[in-house]
């Protein structure tokens, strides 16, 4: 009995090594939109994505009042701030 691997050995494994829905296991198809719709997306980690590349930007950018893309986005500001996922929150943060 000491010689049988767990889940019973015969080549049968009862046990994968990477369960279904793991990572890596299917893309989510938010990933391919625009940054403007990322931001919205149902998937926090998609969001977290979408903040932290917003926050680059941002970063690039020269604060300017009329600045375009600031005032794309100075607009959703509140929305941004009423994330619900501690970790998209954050890098929400990150961008003021």
């Known amino acids: 009995m ?3 691997p767990v889940g019973g050995g015969g080549g049968n494994k009862a046990f994968s090594e990477q369960p279904d829905g793991g990572p890596g ?3 989510n198809p938010d990933a391919d939109l625009p940054l403007e719709k990322r931001v919205f997306s149902k998937t926090w980690s998609i969001r977290k ?3 932290e590349t917003l926050r680059d930007l941002f ?5 300017e009042c009329k600045n375009q893309l600031f005032s794309e986005h100075a607009v959703e500001f509140k929305k941004y701030l009423d994330e619900s996922h501690p970790g998209a929150l954050e890098s929400a943060l990150e961008c003021f």
């Open 59 to 63: 970063k690039k950018e020269k604060y």
């Open 49 to 51: 994505e979408a903040f």
């Open 2 to 4: 000491d010689d049988l």
């Open 25 to 27: 296991d299917k893309k």
